[in-house]
């Protein structure tokens, strides 16, 4: 263990049965800039509780990382296990590595969903979600994207053509026989749906605007 996270270590005091922090801060803390980071993020917030600080620096590492999609693919295509941690800038056992072999997901895919899901780990990324990927089959043809809630109670849907600047998102519930238009949704109304189906909308929304 590096002298940077054994101060990281104590400056929590963080306990030895701690994994998952003990894990976090071994992916986040790897020079001093980093530990100093983590203290003045811890300061300036008022926050000790280790988790909170450390999530709030993993979500700002992810959001502002550089591997392009081209980059985890010839990574991932040499050394899986080195472009998943890359990605998701956390620590990845080998057996959840192995769990791939029961997903039929690509390279191109996985970075794609990780990009639309930031935050979620790795495991729960394959666990929890239903993948349609991204695509455009002709010219002027859509780009469209789907997802699933876990629980089987929404789907997310969402398309923008190459002339539009705004995507069209949708949100379905289980059971009913309408949509409802994301876009036109009030902010009252939105805070009336699930906070998981309100965050894919943003994401997916975000994600095919970029493109």
């Keep these: 263990m590096l002298a940077c ?3 990281a270590i104590n400056f929590f ?3 030895e049965k701690a994994y ?3 894990n976090m801060i071994e992916s986040l803390v790897k020079t001093n800039d980093d530990l100093h980071e983590i203290i003045s993020e811890a300061i300036v917030k008022n926050e000790h509780r280790s988790f909170f600080v450390l999530n709030s620096i993993h979500k700002k590492r992810l959001l502002n990382s550089s591997i392009t999609e ?9 050394d899986r296990r080195k472009a998943l941690e890359d990605l998701f800038i956390e620590k990845i056992p080998q057996w959840q590595v192995d769990k791939l072999e029961e997903y039929d997901l690509t390279p191109s895919q996985i970075y794609k969903l990780h ?3 930031i935050g979620k780990r790795f495991l729960g990324l394959l666990q929890d979600s239903t993948y349609e990927i991204i695509e455009e089959d002709e010219e002027g043809a859509a780009i469209r994207h789907k997802w699933d809630a876990p629980n089987g109670k929404y789907t997310v849907t969402a398309n923008i053509y190459p002339n539009e ?8 519930l289980k059971g009913r026989s309408t949509k409802l238009n994301y876009n036109y949704l009030c902010e009252v109304d939105k805070k009336k749906l699930p906070k998981y189906v309100t965050r894919q909308c943003e994401e997916i ?4 605007e970029e493109r």
Excluded: M, P, R, Y
């Design 13 to 15: 005091e963080v306990g």
């Design 115 to 117: 990009k639309c899901n």
């Design 165 to 172: 600047i705004v995507a069209s998102v949708f949100v379905h």
């Design 70 to 78: 081209q980059i985890f693919i010839d990574t991932f295509n040499t």
């Design 205 to 208: 929304k975000k994600l095919l």
């Design 20 to 22: 998952g922090v003990l």
């Design 5 to 7: 996270q054994k101060e």
